[in-house]
């Protein structure tokens, strides 16, 4: 191969003037130097200049397929891009630093899952790979998470889902084959505290009397359905099956995308989209007061309003934990409860969702039951 050969493979045209006399000579060396045709035409040589990643604010460079991070300086990018060239491999495996693989995960979820699920892991990775760059894969230990952990501030439930979003980058890696082991497997992760969300009958009449007009009727849905607040906000015309009575999600657009969605319909809640389907046949049914399609963060903001107005902290979820409790304790049985909230086994609504013990009138009417005394009756 002639030199000529190779310099044609490399853009040298890369707007660093002190770099392109470098790659010149290294790539010179390169071609005196004993190695194969192969080498020289691998997707190694023909990947294309570094390129700047907003999100990561650094420069990358694509070896094998595989974006490689380089340095956030643009000169200092360029000039390490220069070495790899002339050691003629990037680095593989456990030799990757942390911020790669975990650029790669990102990527990969990006493209495979929903953006909420993008952004939730991105927005804790990011500040991972702040924290511990350059880092080797093979340095990284978990006394790296925990010393993020504290330098954060972070405790309980958001430290638990800190620590599973890196596990979760290290395990994919794993799989994919870029590791051979998760350097981080068996740390301890830190204990989620589960929030006390049930919503008393006497908190519920003081919300609805206080919550107006749209906002009202997104209230009283969630009330009769117990839907996640993500679901409702996406409900359509197309998604209501008047023969079933119920809101059907095909697969593709359910949670997880593994199985349709089926939102069983009360009474109350038919009357409310058999309203809604007819003053908006296309688009999203539950809209706000400028009949715009409710996004998040607009109910978010209501939920804060409503909670200032009544007193006692009320949001989107505490309304489907409250539905979770109030079937259980009507004696409708847990499999059941758990299909109508849309989830496959009993373990998240045991785990997260069912708050029975808040309701003491419950609790000692259930020991009763047990032990089959009969209540005293006060004097």
């Not at 200049?49 to 380089?70: M, T």
């Not at 350097?183 to 204990?191: D, F, K, L, S």
């Not at 020991?367 to 006060?378: F, I, M, N, Y």
């Amino acid at each position: 191969m002639s030199y000529s050969e190779t310099t044609c493979v490399f853009p040298l045209d890369c707007g660093f003037r002190s770099v392109a006399p470098i790659l010149h000579q290294k790539l010179h060396c390169l071609a005196q130097a004993t190695i194969g045709d192969a080498y020289f035409r691998g997707d190694f040589i023909m990947a294309r200049k570094p390129f700047f990643r907003k999100a990561c604010n650094a420069w990358y460079i694509v070896v094998r397929g595989k974006q490689v991070r380089l340095h956030e300086d643009r000169s200092k990018a360029f000039m390490k891009w220069v070495k790899l060239v002339s050691e003629g491999d990037g680095p593989q495996g456990a030799d990757r630093t942390v911020g790669d693989v975990i650029s790669d995960f990102l990527d990969w979820t990006k493209a495979n899952r929903e953006p909420s699920t993008y952004g939730w892991y991105s927005d804790f990775l990011l500040s991972f790979i702040e924290s511990v760059e350059p880092l080797k894969v093979r340095d990284l230990k978990p006394l790296h998470v925990t010393k993020w952990l504290s330098a954060k501030g972070w405790k309980g439930t958001t430290a638990n889902g800190a620590v599973r979003c890196v596990l979760r980058s290290m395990n994919w890696a794993v799989k994919q084959g870029h590791l051979d082991k998760n350097p981080i497997t068996g740390i301890e992760r830190p204990a989620a505290t589960s929030r006390e969300c049930y919503i008393t009958p006497e908190q519920w009449k003081a919300a609805i009397a206080n919550a107006k007009g749209p906002f009202r009727v997104f209230l009283d849905f969630a009330r009769a359905t117990g839907a996640r607040p993500q679901e409702i906000r996406a409900i359509e015309k197309r998604h209501f099956d008047p023969a079933l009575r119920a809101i059907v999600f095909p697969r593709d657009e359910s949670k997880g995308k593994k199985h349709a969605r089926v939102i069983t319909l009360s009474p109350a809640a038919l009357a409310t989209i058999e309203n809604l389907a007819e003053r908006h046949p296309t688009g999203p049914l539950f809209r706000n007061v400028d009949d715009n399609p409710w996004t998040n963060y607009g109910i978010t903001c209501a939920f804060q309003r409503l909670t200032r107005k009544v007193g006692f902290r009320i949001f989107a979820y505490a309304i489907r934990h409250t539905w979770a409790t109030d079937a259980l304790i009507a004696g409708v049985d847990p499999v059941t409860v758990a299909n109508l909230m849309g989830h496959r086994d009993l373990k998240m609504l045991m785990s997260v969702y069912a708050k029975v013990q808040v309701r003491s009138d419950h609790m000692q009417a259930a020991v009763l039951k047990a032990t089959g005394e009969v209540a005293s009756q006060p004097a």
